[in-house]
């Protein structure tokens, strides 16, 4: 798992522009509550300062085909960097694709790009891959239980770090 950044500008995310992400506390995200800094990746270094993967809103299923692939609105996530919060929820849905229909034990990846809009890195390309396991079934029906269940699911981030996507 990682996070990527364009920061050459060639509209696409080298090996070389990935920083790899490490569980944090809650071993990654979880859908339905609001997450700090620490919660979702351990901390990590992007050109000498200190960040994190943060939610500032509860992130939910927008979508669900019951055959093991979802979307998941990323309002709210956001990245605190360099001592202050950047607004990343702005991309699209992040899609999520199962190695079948996302039920307990099946693979998963999560896939989200967006555009930084502020601060040092305005207009620059960021891309959050994510790996796991599903650790409950997700449900073809988006109703709160649902996203309850999904976002136990997404807790199976814990192996990330031995799952790193070959490039």
């Given at each position: 798992?990682?996070?990527?950044?364009?920061?050459?500008?060639?509209?696409?995310?080298?090996?070389?522009?990935?920083?790899?992400?490490?569980?944090?506390?809650?071993?990654?995200?979880?859908l339905?509550?609001?997450?700090?800094?620490?919660?979702?990746?351990?901390?990590?270094?992007?050109?000498?300062?200190?960040?994190?993967?943060?939610?500032?809103?509860?992130?939910?299923?927008?979508?669900?085909?019951?055959?093991?692939?979802?979307?998941?609105?990323?309002?709210?996530?956001?990245v605190?960097?360099?001592?202050?919060?950047?607004?990343?929820?702005?991309?699209?849905?992040?899609?999520v694709?199962?190695?079948?229909?996302?039920?307990?034990?099946?693979?998963?990846?999560?896939?989200?790009?967006?555009?930084?809009?502020?601060?040092?890195?305005?207009?620059?390309?960021?891309?959050?891959?994510?790996?796991?396991?599903?650790?409950?079934?997700?449900?073809?029906?988006?109703?709160?239980?649902?996203?309850?269940?999904?976002?136990?699911?997404?807790?199976?981030?814990?192996?990330?770090?031995?799952?790193?996507?070959?490039?």
């Open positions: 798992s990682y996070f990527a950044m364009d920061n050459d500008g060639n509209g696409t995310f080298a090996k070389n522009e990935r920083v790899g992400l490490t569980p944090g506390a809650d071993g990654g995200i979880t339905g509550s609001v997450q700090g800094a620490g919660d979702i990746d351990s901390p990590w270094s992007f050109f000498n300062a200190t960040g994190n993967h943060t939610q500032a809103a509860t992130l939910s299923v927008a979508s669900d085909d019951g055959a093991g692939n979802a979307t998941i609105n990323m309002s709210g996530w956001n605190f960097w360099n001592g202050g919060n950047i607004d990343m929820g702005q991309g699209a849905d992040a899609v694709s199962c190695g079948a229909t996302c039920e307990v034990g099946d693979t998963y990846t999560l896939d989200y790009t967006a555009v930084v809009p502020s601060g040092g890195f305005a207009g620059v390309n960021y891309q959050l891959h994510l790996q796991g396991t599903v650790g409950a079934a997700v449900s073809a029906v988006p109703v709160p239980a649902a996203v309850w269940l999904f976002g136990s699911g997404l807790l199976g981030l814990a192996g990330v770090a031995r799952r790193r996507k070959a490039a």
